[in-house]
């Protein structure tokens, strides 16, 4: 059901699916973000649903809300996106809000998680940025910590590579090797060695440059790419909601697990 939507240049595996969901579904899932529920980060908002991860990078066992299972989750269904992972659904959103000139610096999203990330664009199209691990690099550098805190997810942008002594190559986020758009409304599911070898970032810029199907790994795929043809994507307001199956997940109460951050 996925291979169709396979970036055929890409090592395995990434998937992208443009219009997932319809404008009026965007438009329904926009008015249902709670407006309370932000944290807000130097250069981006972020929200955890249905709650943070402790630290101990355990989920509180509770549902997603309606708004995010219905009719994005469900449709994953179809596709089989969480077919191989351990709850085979879902079981954790983050809600980004990136507004024009604001990025997400190269990471990785770590060992909280199941190898399958699935991400929903809504408001305006962006291009993500992949970048190959280096040995050098550590974990504790590249990695979320207990997945999604705010503290740990927190950054101002593009990498600034500037110094050696982190063990940090040079050439690790000057450059990407590769680079994905992701027009409103669609769907990017990462899985498997793309998920463990890559690391994915978001440029801080107004205007996304040099767009064409020899820099754009899902050229091919895209729904409208005439809406890219002169190269440049002009950012707005994008939300993204990206879905997760935690691994840890735990029924005990909020007292015991020393949760409490929201
Ligand atoms: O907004 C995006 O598409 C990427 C967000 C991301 O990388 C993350 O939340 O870990
Ligand atoms: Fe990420």
Request: hydrophobic share 35%.
């Amino acid at each position: 059901m996925l291979a169709p939507h396979q970036v055929a240049s890409l090592p395995p595996s990434f998937y992208y699916i443009p219009n997932f969901i319809t404008a009026e579904e965007e438009t329904a899932i926009l008015e249902k973000i709670p407006p309370n529920r932000w944290h807000t980060l130097h250069h981006r908002r972020l929200q955890a649903h249905p709650s943070t991860l402790s630290t101990t990078s355990t989920l509180l066992a509770a549902p997603l809300p309606p708004w995010l299972l219905n009719p994005v989750a469900k449709r994953f269904e179809e596709y089989g996106v969480f077919s191989e992972t351990p709850h085979q659904a879902p079981n954790h959103v983050l809600v980004n809000e990136y507004r024009a000139g604001e990025g997400i610096m190269p990471h990785e999203d770590g060992g909280a998680y199941a190898e399958v990330v699935a991400t929903v664009s809504l408001g305006a199209a962006t291009v993500l940025d992949l970048y190959k691990k280096r040995e050098t690099r550590t974990r504790e550098e590249t990695q979320l910590g207990a997945g999604d805190t705010p503290s740990t997810h927190d950054d101002d942008g593009p990498a600034a590579p500037s110094n050696s002594d982190t063990g940090r190559d040079r050439d690790d986020t000057s450059t990407p090797f590769a680079r994905i758009l992701q027009e409103p409304r669609s769907l990017l599911i990462t899985t498997g060695s793309a998920y463990t070898e890559l690391l994915h970032g978001i440029a801080s810029v107004e205007t996304d440059t040099d767009l064409n199907e020899e820099t754009i790994a899902n050229w091919s795929l895209l729904g409208e790419p005439v809406r890219f043809m002169n190269g440049t994507n002009e950012r707005g307001t994008r939300i993204s909601l990206t879905y997760r199956d935690v691994l840890k997940v735990s029924k005990v109460g909020t007292r015991i697990l020393g949760l409490g951050r929201r």
